[in-house]
C-alpha cells in the first residue's frame, strides 16, 4: 500500500460523494467486475483485480474515520500511523468487524455475498457433477393376459423400446477415430476453482467445469449416431416366460433388459407388470377359484350327478339329495398353481336353484300334483305363472 490510490475516482464518484452515492457507485461497480461475470481467463483475472480494488476503496470511504484519514493522508495509511495493523487488517483480508453495525456503513451482506457467489452461498463448496459409471433406468411394461394364461403360464414375445449403449461409439459419445481430450479448461478434473476477493475476506468456489460438464473431457468430434449421447434408442424383442399361477398386477422383473448403464455402468432392470383378464365363469382368489353352477329344481331335491366345469375340463360330482340352493362344494387342487411351486389352490363351487321358465302342458299338470301333495295352492293359468 506505498502507492496513493485514488478511491474515488476507482468507484466513479466526486470527493464531496454522500455515504449513499459511494454505497451505490460500489455495488453497481461490484456487480459490473464480478469475476463471475466476466468471459473468459483474462478478463476474469483482470476483473478480480479491478474487484479486489473496489472492494479496497468501498471499504475505506464507507467507513466515516477513515474515509476523513484517507482524505487528508491518502492510501498511505502507514504514513499516517494508520498501517496495516492499524484497526483492519490489510486489503485482501478484510478485518469485517464493525462493518454494517452503526459505523455509518448500512450494507446488506446477503446482497453482497449474492454477487459475489452469484445468489447466496448455493454454488459454495457446490460438488462436481463428474460421475463414475451409472446403473441405467428401470423400465415397465404393462401386459395383458387370459386368466387361463395367468393358471397355467405362458411364453410371451414382447416389443421393449430402451436405451442401447450407442454400437457406433460404443458409448463414448466421439465419433470413431476421432479424439477425447482432456478438458483444458479443468484439466480432466472436471472442477473449476475460482478465487475471489471479496470485502468479507478470500474465497475459494469450486463449481463443475462448463467447458466439459463436469466430464474431464472433452469430445472432439461427436458420434454421428448418438450425437455425443452414446446411447440409443432402440426397439428389441425380449421373451418373457410368464409363470403359472401369477395374479393380477404382479410383475416379474427381467435382469438388466432396463435402459443401458452409463460408462459401463450396468443397465436396469425390466418390469413385466400383468394385467390378468376376468373368466367368464371362475372368479379367482389367491389360488382358489369358484364358479356357480344352475341344478334343476328336482336334482336338488333327489340328489344326483351334476358336471362342474374346472380349469382343465368338466368334472363330475354327485350331490346329495336334499342339496340347498346356495351349498358350497369344494374340489381340492382344481384351482390355480402356488407360484412358489407347491400345490394347487382349490375349486369351490356353489350349486342354485334353476327354476323352469316354460314348462309344457305335462310338466305344469306334474308340478301343480306335486304342490298339491304338499297342500300347496299354485296357480294354474299359465298366465300367472309366468306374469313376474
Ligand atoms: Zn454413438
Ligand atoms: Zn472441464
Redesign the pocket.
Known sequence: MADSKDYYEILGVSKNATDEEIKKAYRSMAKKYHPDAQQGEQAKKDAEVKFKEINEAYSVLSDQNKRAQYDRFGSNFEQAGFGGNAGYGGFGGFDFSGFGNGMGVDIDLDDILGSVFGGGFGGFGQKSKKTGPTRGADLRYNMNISFEEAAFGTKREINVSKNEVCDVCHGSGAKPGSKVVT?D??H???K?QTTQNTIMGTFATVKT?D??G???K?ITEPCEKCNKRGTVRKTKKITVNIPAGIDNGQAISIHGEGDCGKKGGPAGDLFVVVNVAPHKIFTRNGFDISETIKVPFAKLTLGGTIKVPTLEDEVEYNIPEGTQTGTKFRLKEKGIQNIHGRGRGNLEFTVVVDIPRKLNDEQRELLTKFAASFGDEVNTKKKGFFGR
Open positions: 478438458c479448461k479443468c480432466g478434473s472436471g473449476v467445469c467447458k466439459c463436469g466430464e474431464g472433452v
